[in-house]
C-alpha cells in the first residue's frame, strides 16, 4: 500500500518516523515524502556562516540522501517558508498538499498530532492543514484509496533527551509495533545523513531512541492497537 508522510521540515521524517518507515518499506510498503520547506531557518545557519539559501540548499542534498537511505517511493521538497508557516494564507498550504495527495493517491496519511511533539508552530500548522485537506478529499471522494489519516506519536520521552516533548497518552495509542534491528540501523543511517545538523542531533541523543513505534489513527480506535497502520484497509 502506498503512504504519504507530511512533514514541514527536513528531519522531521527521521527524528523518529524513520524507524517506523524503514519497517513499512521493508514490509512492502510504497512509502512517499512530503516536506514543505527546505528548513533554511535553523539555527545552524549561523553557527555554518551560511545565508538561507545556501542552508536550504545543503538540507535539500542530505534529503536526496535520506531518500535512497530509507528506500522512499518517491519525494517532493517544497520551499516554503521554514518558521513562518503561520504567517502564510493557509490555503497556499492545502493547495500544495492535496496536489501531492492527488498525485501520490495514498491509503495512509501520517503527519504530526495535534501538539506537533515539540510544540513548533510549523508542526501544529501542518497538522491542521493535513486533517482539513484529507477530510475535504476523503468526503469528495475524489482519492478512492484514501482511508487512514494516522499521527505519529510518541508516549515516552527518550532517554535523556534535552528538548521538551509533547508525549499522547498511551489510550490514544491506535497503532504500536516494535521496529527490527535492520530497522533501527536505517534511522540511524538517515539522522547521519544530516552533516550539517549533526551537532544538534549528537546534543540531543537521539540515536538512543527505542524501537517502539507509535501512533494515534484519526477518528478510528483500536484497542488492541493495530501492529501495521495498514491493517484493515482494502487495496
Known amino acids: 500500500?502506498?503512504?504519504?508522510?507530511?512533514?514541514?521540515?527536513?528531519?522531521?521524517?527521521?527524528?523518529?518516523?524513520?524507524?517506523?518507515?524503514?519497517?513499512?518499506?521493508?514490509?512492502?510498503?510504497?512509502?512517499?515524502?512530503?516536506?514543505?520547506?527546505?528548513?533554511?531557518?535553523?539555527?545552524?545557519?549561523?553557527?555554518?556562516?551560511?545565508?538561507?539559501?545556501?542552508?536550504?540548499?545543503a538540507r535539500y542534498r542530505e534529503m536526496l540522501l535520506v531518500k535512497e537511505t530509507l528506500g522512499l517511493a518517491g519525494m517532493e521538497v517544497l520551499q516554503l517558508p521554514d518558521s513562518g508557516l503561520k504567517e502564510i494564507d493557509p490555503r497556499v498550504i492545502e493547495d500544495v498538499v492535496r496536489a501531492e495527495i492527488l498525485h501520490v493517491l495514498p491509503h495512509v496519511i501520517v503527519t504530526y498530532p495535534v501538539h506537533g511533539i515539540s510544540g513548533f508552530h510549523d508542526h501544529i500548522v501542518t497538522h491542521g492543514v493535513v486533517k482539513r485537506v484529507f477530510m475535504e478529499l476523503k468526503s469528495s471522494g475524489k482519492v478512492p484509496s484514501l482511508q487512514r489519516l494516522a499521527f505519529e506519536a510518541i508516549t515516552e520521552k527518550p532517554e535523556d533527551f534535552p528538548w521538551h516533548l509533547n508525549l499522547s497518552k498511551p489510550e490514544e495509542i491506535d497503532c504500536r509495533f516494535e521496529a527490527a534491528p535492520v530497522d533501527m540501523l536505517?534511522?540511524?543511517?538517515?539522522?547521519?545523513?544530516?552533516?550539517?545538523?549533526?551537532?544538534?542531533?549528537?546534543?540531543?541523543?537521539?540515536?538512543?531512541m527505542g524501537n517502539v513505534v507509535e501512533f494515534e489513527v484519526f477518528q478510528e480506535n483500536f484497542d488492541p492497537p493495530l501492529g501495521d497502520l495498514c491493517e484493515g484497509l482494502t487495496e
Open 1 to 57: 500500500m502506498r503512504i504519504l508522510y507530511i512533514f514541514p521540515h527536513p528531519d522531521d521524517e527521521s527524528f523518529g518516523p524513520a524507524r517506523g518507515i524503514a519497517a513499512q518499506v521493508r514490509q512492502g510498503h510504497q512509502v512517499f515524502l512530503l516536506t514543505l520547506t527546505r528548513g533554511e531557518a535553523t539555527k545552524m545557519r549561523q553557527r555554518l556562516g551560511l545565508t538561507l539559501e545556501e542552508m536550504g540548499e
Open 186 to 208: 536505517k534511522f540511524h543511517a538517515a539522522l547521519d545523513c544530516y552533516v550539517t545538523y549533526g551537532e544538534v542531533i549528537a546534543e540531543t541523543g537521539i540515536h538512543k
